[in-house]
């Protein structure tokens, strides 16, 4: 089920930006206004996918499938050119976020936030201990 939000908040964040070609650089009111909107949207479905994958994964994938979809739609609609490495590249994104699929993960087991801010003194003890270390090592370097 979280796909399919995945995907609700990329089309809701694409037709923000082709809102955002519309409105003429803001200047033109009703797609300014649909912009915002849509922008506005497409964070709640994306917020709700990263309860359950990992934040680099979604965020990969949505941002790429966007990115390929404006530039397909800016072929199409817009008539922007539509050349060999354009097209080759936009075959790579989708590459890219398939390998980023096959390489797992996405639904491992994360702590809550109750359990993460637990680590957080942990974390700062580790932290404190490795700049010690670097301050020791600069030093020495002298």
């Given at each position: 089920?979280?796909?399919?939000?995945?995907?609700?908040?990329?089309?809701?964040?694409?037709?923000?930006?082709?809102?955002?070609?519309?409105?003429?650089?803001?200047?033109?009111?009703?797609?300014?206004?649909?912009?915002?909107?849509?922008?506005?949207?497409?964070?709640?479905?994306?917020?709700?996918?990263?309860?359950?994958?990992?934040?680099?994964?979604?965020?990969?994938?949505?941002?790429?499938?966007?990115?390929?979809?404006?530039?397909?739609?800016?072929?199409?609609?817009?008539?922007?050119?539509?050349?060999?490495?354009?097209?080759?590249?936009?075959?790579?994104?989708?590459?890219?976020?398939?390998?980023?699929?096959?390489?797992?993960?996405?639904?491992?087991?994360?702590?809550?936030?109750?359990?993460?801010?637990?680590?957080?003194?942990?974390?700062?003890?580790?932290?404190?201990?490795i700049t010690a270390n670097v301050s020791?090592?600069?030093e020495s370097g002298r």
């Open positions: 089920m979280c796909w399919l939000w995945l995907f609700l908040a990329i089309a809701l964040e694409v037709a923000a930006t082709i809102l955002m070609k519309y409105s003429e650089g803001f200047t033109r009111l009703g797609p300014t206004i649909g912009m915002l909107v849509f922008y506005a949207f497409s964070l709640a479905p994306l917020a709700k996918v990263l309860k359950e994958l990992e934040v680099g994964a979604v965020y990969a994938i949505w941002s790429a499938l966007g990115t390929a979809a404006v530039a397909l739609i800016g072929m199409v609609l817009f008539h922007e050119p539509a050349n060999g490495l354009k097209v080759f590249s936009i075959a790579l994104i989708i590459v890219g976020v398939v390998c980023l699929n096959l390489s797992g993960g996405h639904g491992v087991s994360r702590p809550s936030t109750q359990e993460a801010r637990k680590q957080v003194p942990e974390l700062r003890l580790a932290a404190a201990q020791k090592a600069a």
